[in-house]
């Protein structure tokens, strides 16, 4: 075999295999992305609920203290306590609610989360997660191609093509998630009984 036609496979094998891990690479901090964003949510919504219940506690005081100072009739001040603990109540409520916003699981790091390979319960979900390979399988296609464009004017365009492919492969991913769980809000990465199940 001629040295150049060694050189040519071996560089080939090479960028075969720099694709592939820059594309897990790439997916894989999308998908620590995600989980950050939607603990962030939770968080948030968390934050929400607590905060509208100080809020209104502290209404009520202040109703009440105005109140006091008009020094209304009995059974106006009956009436009037009785709504003030509705109000009261009312708060409660959204205190127990923000107590049972779920503590968001950390889904452990797999390559079937990753790639998102198990059972989904919608079919529209499945026709955007094989949209999603689709954009992984360009993504490494145009990794591959990258050694044998150096030096030429395609080569700055293959990786700002890479960055657009990587951008919708991850794009579609989280729609597949969020079509999936639409349909069936348990399943997800982190719900055991959808992730042992494959395709």
């Known amino acids: 075999m001629e040295p150049e036609l060694v050189a040519a496979s071996d560089t080939a094998a090479f960028s075969s295999v720099l694709a592939a891990a820059a594309t897990a690479a790439v997916t894989v901090l999308g998908v620590m992305f995600q989980e950050w964003r939607s ?13 509208d219940a100080a809020q209104q506690v502290a209404f009520v005081m202040d109703w009440w203290r105005a109140l006091d100072t008009l020094n209304p009739q009995a059974d106006h001040r009956d009436a009037a ?10 708060a409660s409520a959204l205190v127990a609610q923000a107590r049972t916003v779920p503590e968001p699981q950390r889904a452990a790091l797999s390559a079937r989360n990753v790639f998102l390979i198990y059972r989904f319960h919608s079919l529209s979900a499945e026709v955007i997660r094989l949209c999603y390979y689709a954009a992984l ?62 395709l």
């Open 137 to 198: 399988v360009w993504t490494a296609v145009t990794l591959a191609v990258i050694p044998s464009d150096a030096g030429t004017e395609y080569f700055v365009s293959d990786f700002a093509a890479i960055a657009a492919y990587v951008v919708v492969a991850l794009l579609l991913r989280a729609w597949a998630i969020r079509v999936n769980r639409s349909r069936n809000p348990e399943t997800g990465p982190a719900d055991p009984a959808s992730d042992s199940q494959l």
């Open 81 to 90: 306590k009785n709504r003030g603990l509705v109000w009261l109540d009312e």
């Open 39 to 51: 603990r962030r949510s939770r968080h948030g919504r968390r934050r929400i609920l607590l905060e």
